[in-house]
């Protein structure tokens, strides 16, 4: 079993919901991520949080909005999305023991946007 | 600067051969190279990783091989079995500073291994 734990595995939205992905990890990690994979195409960094604070955005549209409201929780709250936001959403997590370098990531949110 | 390119796109062996997968990339700031394997509906799982100032490193059956002049390294897979059947990532990333989580990844390459 994965250490970082994504809910939930599939979402179905329309384009006028609110809807929220939700990353945990206990791994005493401090810097967590957010990544967009596309079919047969590399995931795609969005955000980055270090010690609970937003250190990195990748000029990431406004209707994705993250949020970190621990070290160990990672949301990532989603309005008015377009069809071509469907992708698999990854969280990921690194920092001590494992090290910084060292990406754990989820098995990832499977998102489809009506 | 930032890409990494990776090659080839999809690769197809048979079971015990020794398929290769290499990448290469530009920018010298670049001090980290770890390879990830991906399984369908899974996400990406770290496999092994280098760094510049090592030419080869084995973990179990897998193998990187890294020239730092070339600026260029590769995976092999040896005694490749069916259950190896995945993506493979390449991904460079520049440690320190705000390079948190910054992979670079290749475009990746879908391997096939028939029984």
């Known amino acids: 079993d994965t250490e970082v734990t994504q809910t939930p595995k599939h979402l179905v939205m329309g384009m006028t919901n609110k809807k929220s992905l939700k990353c945990e990890q206990h791994?005493?990690?401090?810097?967590m991520y957010w990544y967009k994979q596309k079919a047969k195409k590399p995931p795609e960094l969005m955000f980055v949080?270090?010690?609970?604070?937003?250190?990195i955005n990748e000029s990431v549209p406004s209707r994705f909005s993250p949020e970190c409201p621990n070290s160990s929780l990672l949301n990532l709250h989603l309005h008015a999305l377009q069809p071509e936001d469907s992708a698999l959403y990854l969280c990921?997590?690194?920092?001590?023991?494992?090290?910084?370098?060292?990406?754990?990531f989820g098995a990832g949110s499977r998102l489809t946007v009506l | 600067q930032q890409q990494v390119k990776q090659s080839p796109q999809s690769l197809i062996v048979q079971k015990g051969g020794i398929p290769i997968i290499n990448c290469a990339y530009e920018?010298?700031?670049?001090?980290?190279f770890p390879w990830y394997q991906q399984f369908p509906g899974k996400g990406p799982a770290l496999l092994i990783a280098?760094?510049?100032?090592?030419s080869e490193k084995k973990e179990g059956r897998f193998t990187i091989s890294f020239n730092k002049s070339a600026k260029q390294f590769s995976l092999h897979i040896m005694d490749s079995q069916p259950g190896d059947s995945a993506t493979y990532f390449c991904?460079?990333?520049?440690?320190?500073?705000?390079?948190?989580?910054?992979?670079?990844f290749g475009q990746g390459t879908i391997l096939t291994v028939h029984p």
């Open positions: 791994m005493g990690h401090r810097a």
């Open positions: 920018n010298t700031a670049f001090d980290y």
């Open positions: 949080y270090s010690y609970e604070k937003l250190s």
């Open positions: 280098i760094r510049p100032d090592v």
């Open positions: 991904a460079a990333k520049r440690s320190g500073g705000t390079s948190y989580g910054k992979l670079t």
């Open positions: 990921a997590s690194s920092g001590v023991p494992t090290g910084a370098n060292v990406l754990t």
